[in-house]
């Protein structure tokens, strides 16, 4: 299997942009989940799906940020409109059922100018 | 709400010399379990060992190996025979109910 996959790998952008990351967990893992990691706060979870539904989404900043997971080989998480703070590496993990072993995709390196 | 605490922000070992990594963690559920990952410069997240709370045995992994406390709540991990490659920010990790929470890391380095 290829693990998790996200794109893209960097992204610049301007402030007030619309950002979307794209996420492809590992087949047959039903949990996926979003991650934002910055120097100033560590690894924070934003979102939380089950096979496909949104369980947790209480780390989601604000409604600037919005999660979809149409399908179980697909996620997108979106920033509309985009801020400086925003700037951050954007992890995606996804896990099996019942074993907890998060696989984690190698990260979106956001900059929001 | 379940926390992780990692209390050492940095710290340093000489190559082929054994380290200890501190986690300390609250919750109030009593099936869960904790993990170790790593992430090095290439900033990629790798589970280095896990624990299941029920089990009373302590993990191990060829040379990475934890001290599970249950009653204390602990959770630290020893590193054996450190290698430069063990350089790395690790996060102690612990998952119950729909919750998977990370500690703030420590930063090892590995001298030659």
């Known amino acids: 299997d290829a693990g998790v996959i996200q794109s893209p790998r960097h992204e610049v952008t301007e402030m007030g942009q619309e950002v979307t990351l794209r996420c492809k967990p590992i087949?047959?893992?039903?949990?996926l989940f979003w991650y934002r990691q910055t120097m100033m706060r560590g690894l924070e979870l934003l979102i939380y799906?089950?096979?496909?539904?949104?369980?947790?989404d209480s780390g989601m900043p604000e409604d600037r940020f919005s999660a979809k997971m149409p399908n179980a080989s697909f996620s997108t998480l979106k920033i509309q409109p985009s801020e400086p703070r925003d700037s951050a590496v954007y992890f995606c993990?996804?896990?099996?059922?019942?074993?907890?072993?998060?696989?984690f995709g190698e990260g979106s390196r956001l900059t929001v100018l | 709400a379940q926390t992780v605490t990692q209390s050492q922000p940095e710290m340093s070992v000489q190559e082929a010399e054994t380290v200890t990594l501190s986690c300390t963690y609250d919750?109030?559920?009593?099936?869960?379990?904790l993990f170790w990952y790593k992430q090095p410069p290439s900033r990629q997240m790798i589970l280095v060992i896990r624990q299941e709370a029920y089990k009373q045995q302590n993990a191990t992994e060829n040379r990475f190996s934890v001290n599970f406390q249950k009653a204390a709540k602990s959770f630290s991990l020893k590193i054996s025979d450190s290698q430069l490659g063990d350089t790395a920010m690790y996060f102690c990790?612990?998952?119950?109910?729909?919750?998977?929470?990370f500690g703030t890391g420590t930063r090892l380095k590995v001298l030659a």
């Open positions: 919750t109030s559920e009593n099936n869960y379990y």
């Open positions: 087949s047959g893992h039903n949990s």
């Open positions: 993990a996804s896990s099996q059922p019942n074993t907890g072993e998060l696989f």
């Open positions: 990790a612990f998952y119950g109910t729909y919750k998977y929470i």
């Open positions: 799906f089950n096979n496909n539904v949104p369980i947790d």
